[in-house]
């Protein structure tokens, strides 16, 4: 996938694999963000992508629906911009399910939002690169 647009390949949508991310995925923090992550082989029916992710922002923690959409786009454009981090996991033949959760009780703004998604991305690329050299 070449360009910086999100594909809808990159979305993570089937419930089997939703519920397989939060039953055997390894959890991340950096605040505000939370991400789940499983990494998984490569569908060969699929386009090749490094990730699949979706967004969680909880109507506990956030009450009003256009301040959710808010912040759901501000990640969603923090992931967009970073997700080149995680291009050395698909030469390894796998995909990397995410989820990402937000876990604050009011709004942040887009710089924090993106150090946050950055450190995550970081994270988990070299968890990945340290399983597959173990």
């Known amino acids: 996938?070449?360009?910086?647009?999100?594909?809808?390949?990159?979305?993570?949508?089937?419930?089997?694999?939703?519920?397989?991310?939060?039953?055997?995925?390894?959890?991340?923090?950096?605040?505000?963000?939370?991400?789940?992550?499983?990494?998984?082989?490569?569908?060969?029916?699929?386009?090749?992508?490094?990730?699949?992710?979706?967004?969680?922002i909880p109507k506990k923690r956030i009450r009003h629906a256009v301040d959710r959409v808010l912040l759901r786009r501000r990640t969603r454009e923090a992931y967009r911009l970073n997700r080149s981090l995680l291009d050395g996991v698909v030469q390894e033949g796998k995909t990397v399910l995410i989820g990402f959760n937000w876990l604050a009780n009011h709004e942040y703004n887009y710089v924090t939002i993106e150090r946050s998604m950055q450190e995550l991305l970081d994270k988990i690329s070299s968890a990945i690169i340290q399983e597959t050299e173990a």
């Open 1 to 56: 996938m070449s360009g910086q647009r999100l594909y809808k390949s990159e979305k993570l949508c089937s419930k089997i694999e939703i519920e397989k991310l939060y039953a055997q995925g390894s959890s991340i923090i950096a605040y505000p963000l939370r991400a789940v992550w499983l990494a998984v082989p490569c569908n060969e029916d699929r386009h090749p992508v490094a990730a699949r992710f979706l967004i969680s």
